[in-house]
């Protein structure tokens, strides 16, 4: 009897040795010439974005309903320091936006963002995780949303006398069927008619966004004058009832109601200045964000004692015991303004990264066709509202909460190590040095380690001196890193203290990671083993990383949906 044959190992062999070949293949790091002139194509995604509008997108991304509830809940446990825990977690995520703007300035002006990045930096295999650990976390996080814009709407359609308790659940509230199942008909309705109006253009998109955007900015700013007149400063003392580790948790919570500004990095095809106004709309957005956080915060500390604050809805309930109940209406209205941003950039953002998968061939290729007038990817677009509107319409996704945040602080994580990478300078002249190269790359893996460990001795009160011995370690990496390296200096804008500050982001994002439910750990390893699995059985097979070249596929004119 036959055990096996030199034939049946030379082919599993062949097999793994090709497996292994296509995964580690990269992206070429362009030259400033041929950067220069896919900037300037004329074919594609069409170049409408300005500054004004990168920023809004920004802000539109980051700032939803989280504004006017975050701030109270978490100002119930760190008190007044909420403040400085909002600082905290904004100077993190401006190291984070400092990351994105250089390699936003120094990539062509394609779609693809971290994925694009990782692909360039890294690996083939290392950028499909990172796209599908990011994806993941905008469905679901996109058909959230959606359900708690329906139950926005609903509750404002119910101050009216007439639908007060008229309204079914399964509407708009969500009818639920066991623990999984949950009817919601109001969700997916909205899904697809900000679907539609993303398939209408990055222009009309763009003005939506605007007008919504500004009307939340707005709103915002007349709740914190309207709150400053009922400030008492008695509450502000004592500053951090609970003391610092309050403040440091604290962080670790708002950290999430800041991300958002990297949607702009993934606009760079459809910006009209890309080298310059990118980064401004990068930091820019982010800026503003900490800015209106602030606010908010020192209003609502002031208006009530932190220990008086509401659960559910903390800002109104502040308005309301001081008789400005107006304000809690434009509250509401407030929140479905910022809702709808958020979902609306969400969805853009998915699309242009299935558009850039598809044009790698990691997916299919009609993910990789753009409308030939309106300038967007109306397949892709339709694709991620269909996957957002099933969840919304048929899942408690609230239920799935708990494992979202995973891909946001995988994409950051890898791109801050994206920046050290491309600015070995062996990278950078194309003249790698393999144990140059797999040096640094054991120092970044070591910082995020231990970002990881600390994090994990942190959750669970682990002794001092564990804590202490992982920030050490993960010190030496950098320094290593520091010495044993050769840094080119880049075009375009550049993020200072390379590469200390994207080794901060990475043991900083890693340790918040640890501060994940340990189902968004599983998540995180069961979701790389099937993609691992996905790419083995087709991405290997028809990707080509220099796709680059001839990146813009059009759709063909019978597909014209004019």
């Not at 995964?23 to 400033?32: E, N």
């Amino acid at each position: 009897m036959r055990i096996g044959s030199p034939h049946s190992s030379s082919s599993s062999s062949s097999s793994w040795s090709q497996f292994w070949s296509s995964a580690l293949r990269s992206k070429r790091l362009v030259t400033a010439g041929e950067k220069a002139s896919r900037d300037s194509s004329e074919f594609g995604l069409s170049r409408r974005l300005g500054v004004i509008d990168l920023v809004l997108l920004g802000i539109g991304a980051s700032i939803g309903a989280g504004i006017f509830v975050v701030t109270g809940t978490v100002a119930r446990d760190a008190g007044p320091g909420v403040t400085i825990s909002f600082i905290l977690a904004g100077a993190s995520c401006v190291i984070n936006a400092l990351c994105y703007a250089e390699l936003a300035s120094r990539f062509p002006a394609v779609v693809g963002g971290a994925y694009l990045y990782t692909y360039t930096a890294f690996n083939e295999l290392t950028a499909f995780l990172v796209f599908s650990q990011l994806m993941l976390d905008y469905h679901i996080g996109a058909a959230s949303i959606a359900r708690s814009l329906a139950n926005y709407l609903i509750n404002i359609l119910e101050l009216f006398p007439v639908f007060k308790d008229n309204i079914p659940k399964w509407i708009g509230h969500g009818e639920s069927i066991g623990d999984v199942l949950s009817i919601n008909i109001l969700a997916p309705t909205l899904l697809m008619l900000i679907t539609f109006v993303l398939c209408q253009g990055v222009r009309e998109s763009s003005v939506v966004n605007c007008i919504m955007t500004v009307t939340k900015i707005i709103i915002v700013i007349i709740v914190i004058f309207a709150g400053v007149f009922e400030v008492d400063v008695s509450n502000w003392s004592p500053f951090a009832p609970n003391g610092l580790k309050a403040i440091f948790t604290g962080a670790t919570v708002v950290f999430f109601a800041y991300v958002g500004f990297d949607a702009v990095a993934n606009s760079a095809e459809e910006s009209k200045r890309p080298q310059r106004d990118l980064p401004i709309g990068i930091i820019g957005s982010l800026l503003v964000c900490i800015a209106l956080y602030i606010g908010v915060c020192l209003v609502i500390t002031g208006m009530v004692p932190y220990n008086l604050l509401g659960e559910d809805a903390p800002l109104a309930d502040a308005f309301t015991s001081k008789g400005l109940k107006f304000i809690s209406v434009l509250i509401s209205v407030g929140a479905v303004a910022g809702l709808t941003t958020t979902l609306l950039v969400g969805l853009y953002v998915q699309s242009r990264l299935y558009l850039g998968l598809g044009r790698d061939g990691l997916l299919p290729s009609i993910f990789a066709k753009v409308h030939s007038t309106r300038h967007t990817p109306i397949h892709s677009q339709i694709w991620v509202g269909l996957v957002a509107s099933v969840l919304a319409g048929l899942l408690n996704v609230h239920v799935l909460s708990h494992i979202l945040s995973v891909g946001t602080l995988t994409g950051y994580s890898v791109v801050s190590a994206c920046v050290v990478v491309l600015r070995w300078k062996d990278k950078t002249s194309s003249q790698v040095s393999s144990s140059a190269e797999r040096e640094g790359v054991i120092c970044l893996i070591a910082v995020a380690l231990c970002g990881f460990a600390t994090g994990v001795f942190y959750r669970y009160d682990a002794s001092f001196i564990f804590l202490i011995l992982t920030i050490v370690i993960a010190a030496g990496a950098s320094v290593a890193l520091v010495f044993r390296q050769v840094y080119a200096d880049t075009p375009g804008f550049s993020c200072p203290g390379v590469p200390i500050l994207p080794n901060i982001c990475i043991f900083f994002n890693m340790f918040l990671f640890a501060q994940l439910h340990q189902e968004a750990w599983m998540r995180f390893v069961i979701l790389s083993i099937v993609m691992i699995g996905v790419y083995a059985i087709y991405g290997q097979h028809h990707a080509n990383p220099s796709a680059e070249d001839n990146i813009y596929i059009e759709a063909p004119q019978e597909e014209e949906a004019r």
